[in-house]
């Protein structure tokens, strides 16, 4: 008697359409935030923002976009900023943006927001999740009403209230020889001045101080050798303060600011100089003897920017809250044929202004 025995075989199927799916990239934006807290129609923000690829494919070339939404939903009555490219992501790998300079449109109306950050907002890239693009900043933002007095073109005559912090750092060194120098300095002043503008944007300011006080602190830190087995140390480190004469031999001193893509910007100068005071400071050897003071002496000063190279500039404004702020930077090395002796010295001034139409 024959038996038959029969092999069924199933035959493979379609793999189902959720397993593919999740073999697929996905793109979200893991942070975002954006510095300051508010903004005048036309003013910048710097936004920061990581998109990460959590999905199990890689992701490629992307593009996240910022939004200012009323209600931390993506839709077409989102105000759009601006867009950045991402680059090519392994799974698990993130792509970060710092500091990113982002305008808010001159059309935008005066309120709270808040800021979105939308990974792939193209739709460019086929994912496993495409709902959860985008996410919210923390904390709302406010965009204010632009700052009355301020014309698109002309001038405006204002009030000045001014803070500059000045760092002077010095090092030089020879044979046998040290002397580190440090001196921090601030300047408050008042003063009247012009502000000028061009097509909606602050081209220059010139203004005259109508008081002024500084204070301070240097460090004066010497080391030398007078004879082959006895070194000398001299250190002092001494404050002052005082009032400023914005007068000097009569004639008011005054400050300027020429901005950004001005004719003569970016340039800063706050226009005063003033000794604030000195020490005379000993030099005492290995033996504890005072060997005579230090010449020079060391004395603590309120200066501007000396040196022949031209010196770096940042230089920011904010219609919103009537501030500039800028900051100055410069540096020069020096070394002698033969390396037997060097100097090295940098400057740096940052300013902090409030100008408010004169009434």
């Known amino acids: 008697m024959a038996v038959g025995i029969a092999v069924v075989t199933a035959a493979a199927g379609p793999v189902p359409a959720h397993a593919a799916a999740k073999k697929r990239p996905d793109l979200v934006v893991k942070s975002v935030s954006a510095s300051p807290g508010q903004v005048a129609p036309g003013g910048t923000l710097k936004v920061r923002d990581v998109t990460r690829n959590k999905g199990r494919k890689t992701a490629p070339k992307s593009v996240t976009r910022y939004v200012l939404s009323k209600d931390r939903k993506l839709d077409k009555r989102d105000v759009r900023l601006r867009e950045r490219a991402v680059t090519r992501l392994k799974p698990r790998r993130g792509h970060a943006a710092k500091a990113l300079t982002v305008r808010v449109p001159t059309a935008t109306?005066?309120?709270?927001?808040?800021?979105?950050?939308?990974?792939?907002a193209r739709k460019r890239v086929r994912e496993s999740n495409e709902r959860n693009n985008c996410r919210a900043a923390r904390s709302r933002l406010t965009v204010t009403r632009a700052a009355s007095g301020w014309p698109r073109t002309g001038w405006v005559q204002v009030d000045v209230s001014a803070r500059v912090d000045v760092a002077y750092r010095s090092r030089s060194g020879?044979?046998?020889f040290l002397t580190v120098d440090e001196e921090d300095v601030r300047l408050d002043g008042t003063g009247t001045g012009w502000m000028e503008f061009a097509d909606g944007r602050p081209a220059?300011?010139?203004?005259?101080?109508s008081k002024a006080a500084a204070s301070g602190t240097q460090l004066h830190d010497a080391q030398g050798q007078t004879d082959t087995d006895c070194r000398w140390d001299a250190y002092t480190r001494f404050s002052r303060s005082g009032p400023v004469d914005v007068r000097p031999a009569g004639v008011p001193a005054g400050g300027l600011i020429d901005f950004p893509g001005s004719k003569n910007g970016p340039r800063a100068l706050f226009g005063l100089e003033h000794t604030?005071?000195?020490v005379e400071t000993p030099r005492i050897n290995c033996r504890g003897e005072n060997i005579g003071n230090v010449s020079p002496v060391p004395t603590l000063q309120l200066r501007q920017y000396?040196?022949?190279a031209k010196p770096a500039y940042a230089i920011n404004w904010s219609g919103a809250t009537s501030r500039i702020t800028?900051?100055?930077?410069?540096?020069?090395k020096y070394t002698s044929p033969g390396g037997g002796s060097y100097e090295n010295q940098?400057?740096?001034?940052?300013?902090?202004?409030?100008?408010?139409?004169?009434?």
């Open 109 to 120: 109306k005066p309120g709270t927001y808040w800021l979105l950050a939308c990974a792939d």
């Open 346 to 359: 940098s400057y740096q001034a940052n300013g902090a202004l409030t100008v408010k139409p004169r009434s």
């Open 174 to 176: 020879s044979s046998g």
């Open 306 to 308: 000396w040196w022949s």
């Open 326 to 332: 800028w900051r100055q930077y410069g540096e020069t």
């Open 204 to 209: 220059s300011l010139t203004w005259t101080w």
């Open 276 to 278: 604030l005071g000195s």
